[in-house]
């Protein structure tokens, strides 16, 4: 039983981590597109401008289609191509492929398991369980000193309740 426990968690503790670490690089890969087409559209202002007037249109004759995208751009709303660009991206171990992480995680040797090793136990999947179970273990404490009837009994004071450290 408590192997299927331990097993369960390892299980859930694996699965956040490597949900987090695809989340991180989709918002990287979604910044990353975001920023470049936002530079893209300050450059194209410019010939934006000039394509709306009709002697520079006439002069580029042979280049309407240049017009035409530059027209096309401005009309993209950024946050959606950011968003299309990072799903394109998707890779399912985060930054790179997973082959290319098992590569760099064999190659890497203790380093590389040590720097995973902290990430898991830095990371809230880990922090978050063991706080809860010391507040568990010390509202369970207050709860039987508070209310055990052999201390009460023996005459010695009640203990401060849970809610006084809140």
Known sequence: ????????????????TWLSVVLVGRVYDFHRAYLQWLERARGERWLLEQCGDAAFFRGMASHTDVCAQVVANSRVWATLHAARASLAQLKMCGFCECAAAAHMVYTGGAPVVCCFALLYVLTLSF??????????????????ARCSPQLRAAGKPPRPRARDFA
Do not use: I, T, Y
């Open 1 to 16: 039983m408590h192997a299927g426990r331990l097993l369960r968690q390892g299980a859930c503790a694996v699965l956040m």
């Open 127 to 144: 922090l978050l369980p063991a706080l809860h179970g010391l507040h568990a273990r010390r509202a369970l404490h207050l709860l039987h």
